[in-house]
């Protein structure tokens, strides 16, 4: 047969693994839509089982306000004076009220005991005033410290509580029925025994009522109708009903909530009240010796009874904590497979965005290499203008023996290098700041610049929205993500694409030999025909050089538009290079997740694992009594 001090163990065993498997949860759900708040308060119930279990037989009165459980725990105890609880006709007990025994010897009368674990002593009537509602109602200053008040214990010297305590709890249905009813309905899972008080004062139980019985049933306590006679002969007071019918109207619409074996008890409690603090004769019908004799010969003068009861209650009501941690866990499970979904249509769509990324640059590439062969015309209509005035100037006879004479020596290369120095810095004017081609290069970056930023803008958009729509949470792109690319980007590729359409090994290098080469070229072919006829050829061989030097500068279009427009392109790639990256980023927070998921999985039905062997245990324990 199980034994109440193997289930103490049990209990602290049972608490040190949820909390470490739970914590574990917690750590694995940390930023994921999953419940877990949920589970603390099924911990606390059972936790609350385990301190419960070192107290006496406990036994509650319950019911709807007004129904007369205060004025029963008066008149079975015989309270008197400033003792009494509060027989008010309001609803009035606002705490769980628990009277323990007091020994002869004891100073304390009473102690308030907070939720943190801290309690304070007091005298019985200062604490009377944190028990009652009409009270803190006219005193709210009160009601801040009453908050956080779990219970208030009486000591009271009565040889019925050598044996038991009993608990007096808020009655449901008042108009704070919510804190009142959520507080009596916790108490009750810390009860053995429960009386449900039911006064004659109406014709039949009250929807409260009924809410008392459904969850006296769920916890499985050991429930006694007690049926509060409403009655005052001396000063002619009765019921609505008479005892008989109320005991007829339960045992016939509410036999489900009660064991068959069980009586239905008749108490008059304010008879047997008024009687004994005005010291007169009690009359048996009131039912104050049936009661007494229910108490003694039904389970306060048996230890194993009470025992029995007390490893029933606590098995009980863990078990249905442990069934309420599983439930959210099962819904955690849910939650989790949601979750679990959303992540791989995230994962999916951000790989969709490569291809689309793609889309796009195909489609700047088309535009920019518009505006770079645009660009490019005006390079070239430039440059073979400025090589035709160039020709012109220095394929004169005035300039001719110069050039004979390079040729005669045969140092083409050393002339040619020389005339592309003169042609760059006086023909070309490259060398001016800011120049032609400074302006050209800034205007089509800016015309880049325009496109890419509106097409950008508008992928970003698109994608934040798509965001939002699909519930795709943590991978906003920042509104400064545009600006902040343009700002770190722009003057870079103006700078390269200057550099490389001028530096030493640039194609503006190359065109800059290609008038002096032509020069050089002709004034050979002059000298030939000079030794040959002795006739004047400029004229001829000007034109053929300006020829010449036209189409090998036109030459050099596709190379050039191709330097431009693959710096204009580095615009996009610039965007697509730091949007990468931030997926990459979201990619590795997904495998993250991914893992997280996992192994929030394997916990989730470990514990799950866990709880079902424990329900076994418990069961066992509870069919060991």
């Known amino acids: 047969m199980a034994r109440i001090n193997e289930i103490s163990p049990f209990i602290k065993g049972l608490l040190a693994e949820l909390t470490e498997k739970l914590d574990l949860i917690k750590e694995y759900s940390a930023g994921m839509e999953i419940e877990a708040a949920s589970y603390q308060r099924y911990i606390r119930d059972i936790e609350r089982q385990l301190e419960t279990s070192k107290e006496e037989y406990t036994i509650a009165f319950v019911g709807m306000f007004n129904s007369g459980k205060s004025t029963v725990i008066n008149s079975l105890l015989g309270l008197t004076g400033d003792a009494r609880l509060s027989g008010e006709d309001r609803p009035d007990t606002a705490k769980s009220i628990r009277i323990r025994y007091r ?3 004891q100073q304390t009368e009473a102690v308030l005991e907070f939720e943190d674990g801290t309690s304070e002593e007091m005298s019985w009537l200062e604490a009377k005033q944190f028990t009652s509602q009409v009270y803190l109602d006219e005193h709210p200053h009160l009601k801040p410290k009453t908050s956080k008040l779990i219970e208030v214990i009486y000591y009271y010297k ?61 916890i499985k306590s050991n429930v006694i109708p007690l049926i509060n006679v409403w009655s005052d002969e001396e000063d002619e007071i009765y019921g609505e009903v008479s005892p008989e019918e109320m005991e007829n109207s339960i045992r016939s619409s509410l036999s489900s909530f009660f064991s068959p074996d069980k009586p239905v008890l008749k108490y ?26 229910y108490f003694s010969e039904s389970f306060l003068n048996d230890a194993s009874v009470k025992s029995k009861e007390k490893i029933r209650r606590l098995t009980s009501n863990i078990k249905v904590s442990l069934a309420n941690v599983n439930d959210v866990l099962q819904t955690s499970l849910s939650e989790l497979k949601i979750q679990k979904a959303k992540m791989e249509s995230k994962n999916t769509w ?50 001719f023996k110069m050039l004979m004479e390079a040729v005669k020596t045969k140092d083409n290369d050393e002339v040619t290098e020389k005339l592309a120095q003169e042609f760059r810095k006086r023909y070309l004017k490259l060398e001016e ?7 050209l290069i800034e205007d089509f970056i800016e015309d880049v610049k325009i ?36 700002a770190k980007t722009i003057s870079g590729i103006f700078t390269k694409l200057l550099a490389g359409l001028v530096g030493a090994a640039s194609i503006f290098a190359l065109i800059a030999l290609i008038p002096g080469g032509a020069l050089v070229d002709a004034a050979a072919v002059v000298l030939f025909l000079l030794q040959s006829v002795f006739s004047d050829p400029l004229e001829k061989h000007r034109e053929n050089a300006k020829t010449r030097a036209k189409v090998m ?10 330097q431009i427009a693959k710096e204009g392109l580095s615009l996009h790639d610039a965007f697509d290079r730091r949007f990468d990256e931030i997926l990459k980023e979201n990619e590795m927070l997904l495998k993250q997740e991914e893992r997280n998921f996992l192994n929030l999985e394997k916990a989730i039905i470990d514990l799950q694992s866990s709880i079902d062997d424990r329900m076994h245990e418990l069961s066992s324990l509870e069919k060991g009594v």
């Not at 009655?171 to 006064?199: R, Y």
């Open 553 to 562: 500068i036109t030459n050099q279009r596709y190379e050039l538009k191709n």
């Open 158 to 218: 009565h040889p019925i509580l050598q044996l038991c305590n009993f608990l007096d709890l808020p009655g449901t249905g008042s108009k704070n029925w919510k804190e009142h009813t959520e507080l009596t309905h916790q108490k009750l899972t810390e009860s053995e025994q429960v009386f449900w008080v039911i006064g004659t004062s109406a014709a039949e139980p009250s929807g409260s009522d009924l809410n008392d019985l459904i969850i006296l049933k769920n």
């Open 350 to 399: 951000l790989f969709e965005q490569k291809d689309e990324r793609s889309d796009i640059r195909e489609e700047l590439k088309g535009k920019i290499r518009k505006l770079a062969a645009d660009r490019v015309d005006s390079i070239i209509e430039n440059c073979t203008k400025s090589s035709e005035t160039f020709i012109n100037d220095k394929m004169r006879m005035t300039n």
């Open 451 to 486: 496109i890419v930023e509106a097409r950008w803008q508008r992928f970003i958009k698109d994608f934040n929205d798509n965001v939002k729509t699909e519930n795709h949470n943590g991978i906003l792109i920042s509104s400064e993500f545009v600006d902040t690319i343009l």
């Open 268 to 293: 008059y409690a304010r008879e047997i009240d008024k009687a004994k603090q005005e010291d007169r004769d009690l009359q048996e019908h009131w039912g104050e010796q049936e009661f007494r004799s």
């Open 103 to 105: 020994n002869s010897d």
């Open 433 to 439: 700041k800011p120049s032609w081609l400074d302006h």
